[in-house]
């Protein structure tokens, strides 16, 4: 069964502080995976997509790397502005998107 | 340019009644879809339109139904709302060829 697991569930880092999120998945035939970001009481926002490994994707403070089993999400001297929910989002070949539990993250001043 | 546009924002149903969430979105994408999200267990796909005049079923579809009334309308229908049903439903729009999605701001539905 396809499977897109985030770790870890919750993060939380003081401003400044950089660290990576992490998104595997067990999808045959990546056709694409996508990284964004949800705030409480909104919809998912979308940050990147991915195709192949060893692309990357930056925006700011953030950068997307992908291999071929896993991505990244890093954060880089993140603000409190950044605190959110991170998803994850994997398109196989079949044609349906898989969306992981997501990463809480929290930035503390 | 709204992006995708969702109604209402709050609703409160008693269980066995029915209503209607209504989606619409300005950008022009061919496919759309329904999510419903709980706590603990992510985004879970109800429907989706791959384009105008389909609609199949994603990982959740019991108990609802949709339509896709045009390009930018695409509707979900609880005919016996139950108290299961209570979430936050989001509808998101993609272009066909790239498939990022785009959310609206979310219905928060509660069935009592």
């Known amino acids: 069964e396809d499977q897109v697991t985030q770790s870890p569930e919750a993060l939380r880092l003081q401003e400044g502080e950089s660290s990576s999120l992490n998104c595997s998945y067990t999808v045959s035939g990546l056709r694409g995976l996508f990284w964004y970001r949800q705030d409480p009481g909104k919809g998912p926002e979308f940050l990147f997509t991915?195709?192949?490994a060893g692309e990357e994707k930056e925006k700011e403070r953030l950068k997307a790397t992908l291999t071929k089993k896993e991505s990244f999400l890093h954060i880089t001297a993140p603000k409190p502005e950044d605190s959110a929910t991170y998803l994850c989002?994997?398109?196989?070949?079949?044609?349906?998107?898989?969306f992981g539990k997501g990463t809480r993250l929290h930035i503390l001043p | 340019n709204a992006g995708v546009t969702q109604t209402p924002k709050f609703q409160v149903l008693k269980t066995g009644q029915s209503m209607t969430l209504q989606c619409a979105q300005d950008m022009n994408h061919n496919s759309m879809y329904w999510y419903r999200q709980d706590p603990g267990m992510g985004l879970r796909l109800i429907y989706y339109s791959a384009s105008e005049g389909t609609t199949d079923k994603g990982e959740v579809p019991n108990g609802y139904n949709v339509s896709r009334l045009n390009k930018r309308e695409f509707s979900l229908r609880l005919e016996s709302a139950a108290p299961s049903q209570t979430s936050v439903y989001f509808c998101a729009s993609s272009p066909r060829e790239t498939r990022e999605q785009y959310f609206g701001p979310g219905t928060r539905l509660t069935v009592t």
């Open positions: 991915l195709y192949s």
């Open positions: 989002a994997v398109l196989g070949p079949d044609d349906k998107i898989i």
